[in-house]
């Protein structure tokens, strides 16, 4: 029998690996990560992962302050009576591919809350079947929705928001590895990592995250269940919910612009951040190959 850890324990940067809320990225007994005073946006806010980025870490927040701001086309009523006693809301049901309606969404937070402190990017599709088994549009639907709205998102957050703040993009795992039917989804993803490590370079007052969120229960109706996948689904969504506090301070600067799993001790990570940073270990890589003047030095 497989083990529940086969997608997890073989892609860890760090020696400690957790799949639930940890005391380092805790808001209850880590007080640095107290959000009270950031808004926080939300797209995709009735997903699982959407949800609780932010909106179910209120439970484990003691100040209960967080202003969060939802978008999704279905179900953001039950999202603001989940959070109506916790926070200030915001939900808006529009489509983020249309760009004009990216712009007109971050101006409708700006009127109501003045800035955007953190973004939190959950909106994603997953269509997978061997390339000629399904639909070019469905294929592409992974782009339309994964890629465009992070681009959408970006560029409103830059040229409507000012640029200044945390965006944080979930990103998947399966960015990393070749498997049947996956190429529509795993190019998406990997597509908006590199764009995080773009916006990093290009927008220095904007602090970028790629974040695999782990292999993620499904809890409350919120979230995908994905047959093949459940004898590894063991991840909380708090563990998401819980670094992306963390994201949001300064002591996760030398992770900006980088690729970053969940389930990644972050005391480990500070620990050797110099080496992190020196070497680029979570940053992406063309080749394996060292590409140099006069070509690979071959063995054979």
């Not at 959950?122 to 639909?135: C, D, K, L, R, T």
Request: charged residues 15%; glycine residues 8%; aromatic residues 8%.
């Amino acid at each position: 029998m497989a083990s529940p850890d086969a997608y997890t324990a073989p892609f860890m940067l760090t020696k400690s690996m957790h799949r639930d809320m940890y005391p380092a990225i805790d808001p209850a007994t880590n007080s640095a990560l107290n959000a009270s005073s950031k808004v926080v946006m939300v797209v995709g806010a009735t997903s699982g992962l959407g949800f609780v980025s932010y909106c179910q870490v209120l439970e484990h927040c003691p100040s209960r302050g967080y202003r969060t701001v939802g978008r999704s086309l279905e179900g953001l009523e039950k999202v603001e009576q989940d959070l109506a006693t916790k926070s200030h809301v915001l939900t808006i049901a529009t489509d983020l591919n249309l760009s004009e309606n990216t712009d007109i969404t971050f101006k409708k937070v700006l009127d109501k809350f003045g800035r955007i402190d953190v973004l939190v990017n959950a909106a994603g599709v997953m269509n997978v079947a061997p390339i000629g088994a399904q639909s070019a549009n469905a294929w592409w639907e992974n782009f339309e929705v994964n890629v465009k709205i992070a681009y959408n998102v970006s560029h409103s957050y830059v040229t409507i928001a000012g640029g200044n703040g945390t965006l944080i993009n979930l990103v998947s795992l399966a960015a990393s590895f070749l498997a049947p039917a996956m190429s529509g989804y795993s190019a998406s993803k990997l597509a908006v990592i590199k764009l995080g490590e773009c916006l990093d370079l290009e927008q220095p007052g904007l602090r970028v995250f790629s974040v695999h969120p782990g292999m993620v229960i499904a809890e409350n109706g919120r979230g995908m269940v994905v047959e093949p996948f459940k004898t590894f689904t063991r991840d909380s969504a708090a563990l998401f919910g819980g670094l992306s506090t963390y994201l949001a301070t300064p002591r996760a600067d030398f992770l900006r612009g980088t690729y970053i799993h969940a389930n990644w001790d972050v005391a480990e990570l500070e620990e050797h951040q110099a080496e992190i940073t020196e070497k680029k270990l979570n940053k992406l890589a063309f080749l394996n190959v060292q590409l140099q003047p006069g070509g690979y030095p071959w063995s054979m």
